[in-house]
């Protein structure tokens, strides 16, 4: 069963603007997890954020969680071409492995 | 450093034939995770193991999927008999002692079942 929602499905913008992606979840969490997925590859881990913790940051990544609305979400900054990508929240609870999101596409045109 | 290994990228069989697919996980990692993933499903987990024993196999489809690793470096996956809805991209990750939070993933292996 899946637990993250990726919001939106489809996301284009242009090289240069911001990328805002939202994830919402169940149930509670120890963690969420946000993944990338370039076209007929595998998944790369991007950033993990902790439950007791509200924003993380990483190079032009800037996560959000709030667990009272059970959401989160993924701000890439200053896109590039090269973050068109498909990108999946994954959450952690207890005693569970991964549960992914169905995922969002980014796409940036240059 | 070698990344997760998958063996064969592609596979096309026939339905009905047997399937096996094949990973290598990160030398030292304890967890071994098998996913699948289609369009229609996303990604699921298949079954996970740690230390080599299988954890949690609630994911697998029907009893015509199995998976083993008989050690710490080697695992597989066989689908049999294998049939259409089979086809996806199969993909295997490994994580690290402690931890089965963050996941390195391996290439995929792309099965087509005709």
């Known amino acids: 069963s899946q637990q993250g929602e990726e919001d939106p499905q489809a996301l284009s913008i242009q090289e240069g603007e911001n990328a805002t992606m939202n994830c919402s979840y169940k149930t509670s969490i120890n963690n969420l997890q946000w993944y990338r997925q370039n076209s007929g590859r595998g998944l790369v881990h991007l950033i993990l954020?902790?439950?007791?913790?509200r924003e993380k940051h990483s190079g032009r990544l800037r996560v959000t969680l709030d667990t009272s609305k059970k959401s989160s979400s993924l701000l890439i900054t200053a896109s590039r071409a090269a973050d068109t990508a498909s990108y999946f929240c994954a959450t952690t609870g207890t005693g569970t492995a991964l549960i992914f999101g169905k995922g969002t596409t980014l796409s940036v045109s240059s | 450093d070698a990344g997760v290994i998958q063996s064969p990228r592609h596979e096309v069989t026939e339905m009905g034939q047997e399937v096996t697919l094949r990973c290598k996980p990160i030398?030292?990692?304890?967890?071994l995770f098998w996913y699948r993933q289609t369009m229609m499903r996303g990604l699921e987990l298949l079954i996970y193991f740690n230390n080599n024993v299988p954890i949690d196999d609630s994911g697998m489809p029907e009893d015509r999927f199995s998976a083993k690793m008989p050690n710490a470096s080697f695992s597989t996956l066989k689908i049999q008999p294998s049939e259409p809805r089979d086809s996806a991209v199969y993909f295997c990750?490994?994580?690290?002692?402690?931890?089965?939070?963050?996941?390195?993933f391996g290439p995929g292996t792309r099965l087509l079942v005709l």
């Open positions: 954020i902790r439950s007791n913790e």
């Open positions: 990750a490994s994580s690290p002692p402690g931890t089965k939070e963050t996941q390195y």
């Open positions: 030398s030292g990692h304890d967890y």
